[in-house]
């Protein structure tokens, strides 16, 4: 996840950039607010880390993390350790909807690692 500046935005604002506005189309007589506004950037939830345990054994809740910004998702070549394909996404967007896009048949190894998406 790729964090962006929180946006405070009205609610107006806010359905006109949920209807795929541009910043210029939302605030044309304010060319210097529009270009400070991010209206590609959107709230997801970061859950988990480190499982945290009770005395007696029985897990703690994890924590959900509302995070505004971005995903970057990227394919790594295993043996070499570069990168092979890369996207940048809104932080919404599904992970399991950019793997045809990030693993190519041109890719030798017939492993992949991806978390649970």
Do not use: C
Request: no cysteine; glycine share 6%; aromatic share 6%.
């Amino acid at each position: 996840l790729v964090p962006a500046p929180k946006q405070r935005n009205t609610d107006a604002e806010k359905e006109a950039i949920k209807a795929g506005k541009t910043a210029g189309e939302i605030w044309p007589n304010e060319p210097n607010k529009a270009a400070q506004k991010d209206t590609n950037a959107r709230w997801t939830l970061k859950i988990g880390g480190k499982i945290r345990y009770r005395l007696d054994g029985t897990p703690l809740p994890q924590i959900a993390l509302p995070v505004f910004g971005y995903k970057s998702h990227i394919a790594i070549d295993r043996r070499f350790g570069f990168i092979r394909e890369s996207a940048a996404t809104s932080a919404s967007h599904a992970d399991g909807r950019m793997l045809p896009r990030l693993v190519t048949t041109d890719n030798t190894s017939s492993e992949v690692w991806a978390d649970s998406a």
